[in-house]
């Protein structure tokens, strides 16, 4: 899978919206971006995932910018819940080995401040 | 839903010993993980089922033996553990492999090897 640049870490205060950037400017045009997070002391959680088109879903939106080479994930009012470390990951369409996993870099922690 | 169950949460085995850790889940899932999280660092895949046959194996020592008995389960036996293999162990399952899919996890099964 290709490599993906994430702040080590961004502060951000309760209620307020978060934006979270991912650089991926060597993905391929089959490569998928997903995003998880994982909260302290648990395992990591399905946040979102796209392939051209921005994305909404309850917990989450995800900007994907127009040649593909960064994308945004956003929450649109933090709470303290969201405390945790956010992963972009890219994922092929299908490798060629028939199957996979999901490379894990060392993604971006969150902070909310109260 | 999307629960993914892992059993035992908390696991403390001498290094003669023999043990198992269990997955299960009841989406229908076709695809399913091992991953294996030191502490402090992200995620590493070990393992990956595909339709309950092995397509991964991330050169994963032999102490470790992987196992799906059906599309529901997933094993993983351990034997011989050195003090290094303490760790979270979690497993995740998605619909089908490739980047199209999100994954979903268990909260983990907690190894310490003394």
């Known amino acids: 899978d290709a490599k993906t640049t994430q702040p080590n870490s961004m502060e951000s205060n309760e209620e307020e919206p978060v934006h979270l950037p991912c650089n991926h400017s060597t993905i391929s045009g089959t490569d998928y971006i997903h995003w998880y997070r994982q909260l302290p002391s648990q395992g990591p959680e399905y946040v979102i995932h796209g392939l051209t088109s921005n994305v909404n879903n309850r917990m989450a939106s995800l900007a994907i910018a127009e040649d593909r080479k960064s994308s945004t994930l956003i929450l649109h009012r933090a709470t303290l819940r969201d405390a945790a470390v956010y992963y972009c990951?890219?994922?092929?369409?299908?490798?060629?080995?028939?199957?996979?996993?999901?490379?894990f870099g060392k993604g971006t922690h969150l902070i909310i401040q109260p | 839903d999307t629960e993914v169950t892992q059993t035992p949460k908390h696991l403390v085995m001498g290094m003669t010993n023999k043990k198992s850790l269990k997955c299960e889940q009841h989406m229908g899932h076709r695809a399913m993980y091992w991953y294996k999280q030191k502490a402090k660092k992200p995620p590493e895949l070990m393992f990956v089922y595909s339709y309950e046959k092995l397509s991964i194996n991330e050169s994963v020592p032999s102490r470790f033996s992987p196992e799906c008995p059906n599309s529901s389960l997933l094993n993983l036996h351990l034997h011989a553990l050195q003090p290094e293999d303490s760790a979270l162990y979690l497993c995740?399952?998605?619909?089908?492999?490739?980047?199209?899919?999100?994954?979903?996890f268990g909260p983990g099964t907690r190894l310490t090897v003394t």
């Open positions: 995740a399952s998605s619909q089908d492999v490739g980047g199209a899919y999100e994954q979903y």
């Open positions: 990951i890219l994922r092929a369409l299908y490798s060629g080995g028939g199957a996979d996993g999901l490379t």
